[in-house]
């Protein structure tokens, strides 16, 4: 850049920077740094069985018959299963949805449930979020005679299950095109099947006396399952997420709306919002309480009723929180007898299956390698399993290979996620099996583990003008990860435990500025013991992602520290 170029033009060479190492090709800057639909969303015919499923609603809706839009009790299940019933609502079909109690009735469906449907009235079941490896359920419900279109994005087997469609961009079949979207959630794949269903009305006439329903107004849906699903954000599911925040700032959607204030929030959410308080609200309905509330927030049309079931969704996440830290500890207790696996698969009798999936990520940031906790019934003699994988660990695939061994009752999942049904005598072998499978895979990817930084800057220089800035190569999520910032060299001014285990530091910069630090659930990590105690006298460069603190009585930028390093 050249001498005596304006702030502008430094910002924008700081975000063309961002997204270049990201991936980016410089031609493609511009429409990944502000992504809209137009720009990256698919032709959804591309997708097989597309077009089938889109026809099969369609003659659903025209012919007055009875829908069950079946959810998986998460948010991706709870926000695909919202976006398909509020459609389908709009367009004036006769629809309901059906969630899954994840204690009575575990994931996916079952065909118990699915005949029980048919025989209430149901004459088409759109599974959301599940059904990719539901072989057994649906070919029962195949055989009560009711038609079943699967609406999945979790790993499928070269088999596919009987289904009048199944579509789902990681179908071992799928076109090279379709299968670029693999990294789609799963409401991500229905607002496809929305555009589809809406394209093929419009071919029959159906909107000549009518409104088409607004799918823009969908996306805020989107963006919460996409974020709180953990999915990439590259491609399409960055503009689903830009794009949804947008339509969330606006908060027309009554539950959602409900949602934010039960959040605390007091600004527009931003992509880690989704991730960190709205979520883990609606997750907390499936893991911990009833699991229906999650999707009747996101359909109501009452707002005392959406302020009610958001508040109940408060509290219920309050609860999950006590339960996950017994969980975690007794977990915890187990590593170090694991030390020597390149996979930790824990187990207890009496642990919440609600939480397993939360705890085993914490594990998984603590030891760095792929966890799965596994919650053991002991009536029934089998443990409910959630797995949480590192990049360049196929989690979900190897999932499905215990699976085909004999090693497992159910289990499927992605490459980031798995879930699993295990016999109880089975999970010594299962632990052997993931550890030998995955062992090269984790070892490659623990060794290419190196802190990738982005920028340095002193002290001065970390400004909430700075981070508004970075902010605009965002949003920020798994495989688009936020900008890594270096500062220093500092001296640590002061270093404490605030919360339970978070650590905060004020430190300054050469330039006579000071900044502030907080490294959360890190009290016991070498680089907190070298902060607190043995700070004294040194220099550090601190490493980590910048925030806006907007608690206090004007926005100050934050560092979310990560790493620190002696710099003398």
């Given at each position: 850049m050249e001498i005596g170029a304006g702030v502008a033009g430094l910002e924008d060479d700081i975000l063309t920077q961002l997204l270049l190492t990201r991936g980016v090709k410089r031609e493609d800057v511009v429409r990944h740094l502000s992504p809209t639909l137009r720009e990256f969303l698919p032709d959804?015919?591309?997708?097989?069985?597309?077009?089938?499923?889109?026809?099969?609603?369609?003659?659903?809706?025209?012919?007055?018959?009875?829908?069950?839009?079946?959810?998986?009790?998460?948010?991706?299940?709870?926000?695909?299963?919202?976006?398909?019933?509020?459609?389908?609502?709009?367009?004036?079909?006769?629809?309901?949805?059906?969630?899954?109690?994840?204690?009575?009735?575990?994931?996916?469906?079952?065909?118990?449930?699915?005949?029980?449907?048919?025989?209430?009235?149901?004459?088409?079941?759109v599974t959301v979020d599940c059904g990719a490896m539901a072989h057994d359920a649906l070919k029962q419900a195949h055989d009560a005679g009711v038609d079943v279109i699967v609406v999945d994005h979790h790993k499928c087997s070269p088999e596919l299950p009987v289904a009048a469609a199944l579509v789902n961009p990681n179908r071992l079949d799928e076109?090279?095109?379709?299968?670029?979207?693999?990294?789609?959630?799963?409401?991500?794949?229905?607002?496809?099947?929305?555009?589809?269903?809406?394209?093929?009305?419009?071919?029959?006439?159906?909107?000549?006396?009518?409104?088409?329903?607004?799918?823009?107004?969908?996306?805020?849906?989107?963006?919460?399952?996409?974020?709180?699903?953990?999915?990439?954000?590259?491609?399409?599911n960055r503009a689903f997420v830009a794009q949804g925040l947008k339509v969330m700032a606006l908060r027309e959607r009554i539950g959602m709306s409900a949602l934010i204030d039960a959040s605390r929030l007091k600004r527009a959410p931003q992509c880690s919002d989704l991730g960190f308080a709205l979520g883990p609200r609606i997750n907390a309905g499936g893991r911990v309480g009833e699991s229906t509330l999650g999707v009747r927030l996101l359909t109501t049309s009452d707002p005392e009723e959406a302020r009610e079931i958001a508040e109940q969704l408060s509290q219920l996440n309050e609860a999950r929180r006590g339960i996950e830290a017994e969980v975690q500890q007794a977990a915890e207790a187990q590593i170090g007898s694991q030390h020597n696996r390149s996979v930790l698969l824990l187990s207890g009798t009496g642990w919440h299956p609600g939480v397993i999936g939360i705890v085993a990520g914490r594990i998984k940031e603590k030891t760095g390698k792929p966890s799965i906790v596994v919650a053991i019934d002991e009536a029934a003699d089998t443990g409910k399993g959630s797995g949480r994988s590192i990049s360049g660990v196929d989690l979900?695939?190897?999932?499905?290979?215990?699976?085909?061994?004999?090693?497992?009752?159910?289990?499927?999942?992605?490459?980031?996620?798995?879930?699993?049904?295990?016999?109880r005598g089975q999970i010594d072998l299962l632990s052997e099996f993931l550890d030998n499978r995955l062992a090269r895979d984790v070892s490659r990817a623990l060794e290419s583990q190196a802190m990738q930084l982005d920028l340095a800057v002193t002290t001065g220089g970390l400004t909430p003008e700075f981070v508004e800035t970075l902010e605009r190569a965002g949003p920020f999520g798994v495989g688009w990860p936020a900008p890594r910032v270096a500062v220093g060299p500092v001296r640590i001014i002061k270093a404490d435990i605030v919360g339970k285990d978070h650590l905060r530091v004020i430190a300054a910069g050469e330039d006579g500025r000071s900044l502030k630090a907080i490294a959360f659930r890190a009290a016991e990590t070498d680089m907190a013991q070298t902060l607190l105690h043995r700070a004294q006298g040194r220099r550090f460069h601190l490493a980590g992602r910048v925030k806006i603190d907007d608690w206090g009585p004007r926005p100050q930028a934050e560092l979310h520290l990560e790493d620190a390093a002696f710099a003398d």
């Amino acid at each position: 850049m050249e001498i005596g170029a304006g702030v502008a033009g430094l910002e924008d060479d700081i975000l063309t920077q961002l997204l270049l190492t990201r991936g980016v090709k410089r031609e493609d800057v511009v429409r990944h740094l502000s992504p809209t639909l137009r720009e990256f969303l698919p032709d959804p015919s591309e997708f097989l069985d597309m077009d089938a499923a889109a026809e099969r609603i369609v003659q659903a809706v025209l012919g007055n018959e009875a829908i069950t839009i079946y959810g998986d009790y998460d948010v991706d299940g709870a926000t695909s299963a919202a976006l398909l019933v509020n459609l389908l609502r709009e367009l004036g079909a006769n629809v309901d949805y059906y969630i899954p109690d994840r204690l009575l009735e575990g994931y996916g469906p079952s065909g118990e449930a699915l005949v029980k449907l048919s025989e209430q009235g149901t004459s088409l079941i759109v599974t959301v979020d599940c059904g990719a490896m539901a072989h057994d359920a649906l070919k029962q419900a195949h055989d009560a005679g009711v038609d079943v279109i699967v609406v999945d994005h979790h790993k499928c087997s070269p088999e596919l299950p009987v289904a009048a469609a199944l579509v789902n961009p990681n179908r071992l079949d799928e076109s090279d095109l379709a299968a670029q979207h693999g990294h789609l959630a799963a409401v991500g794949v229905a607002f496809l099947l929305a555009i589809a269903l809406n394209r093929t009305l419009r071919k029959r006439g159906f909107f000549d006396d009518r409104d088409e329903p607004n799918l823009i107004s969908l996306l805020d849906l989107v963006a919460l399952g996409t974020v709180a699903d953990v999915a990439a954000l590259h491609g399409l599911n960055r503009a689903f997420v830009a794009q949804g925040l947008k339509v969330m700032a606006l908060r027309e959607r009554i539950g959602m709306s409900a949602l934010i204030d039960a959040s605390r929030l007091k600004r527009a959410p931003q992509c880690s919002d989704l991730g960190f308080a709205l979520g883990p609200r609606i997750n907390a309905g499936g893991r911990v309480g009833e699991s229906t509330l999650g999707v009747r927030l996101l359909t109501t049309s009452d707002p005392e009723e959406a302020r009610e079931i958001a508040e109940q969704l408060s509290q219920l996440n309050e609860a999950r929180r006590g339960i996950e830290a017994e969980v975690q500890q007794a977990a915890e207790a187990q590593i170090g007898s694991q030390h020597n696996r390149s996979v930790l698969l824990l187990s207890g009798t009496g642990w919440h299956p609600g939480v397993i999936g939360i705890v085993a990520g914490r594990i998984k940031e603590k030891t760095g390698k792929p966890s799965i906790v596994v919650a053991i019934d002991e009536a029934a003699d089998t443990g409910k399993g959630s797995g949480r994988s590192i990049s360049g660990v196929d989690l979900g695939a190897a999932i499905i290979a215990a699976r085909e061994a004999g090693l497992l009752v159910a289990g499927g999942g992605h490459a980031m996620a798995a879930g699993m049904t295990v016999e109880r005598g089975q999970i010594d072998l299962l632990s052997e099996f993931l550890d030998n499978r995955l062992a090269r895979d984790v070892s490659r990817a623990l060794e290419s583990q190196a802190m990738q930084l982005d920028l340095a800057v002193t002290t001065g220089g970390l400004t909430p003008e700075f981070v508004e800035t970075l902010e605009r190569a965002g949003p920020f999520g798994v495989g688009w990860p936020a900008p890594r910032v270096a500062v220093g060299p500092v001296r640590i001014i002061k270093a404490d435990i605030v919360g339970k285990d978070h650590l905060r530091v004020i430190a300054a910069g050469e330039d006579g500025r000071s900044l502030k630090a907080i490294a959360f659930r890190a009290a016991e990590t070498d680089m907190a013991q070298t902060l607190l105690h043995r700070a004294q006298g040194r220099r550090f460069h601190l490493a980590g992602r910048v925030k806006i603190d907007d608690w206090g009585p004007r926005p100050q930028a934050e560092l979310h520290l990560e790493d620190a390093a002696f710099a003398d």
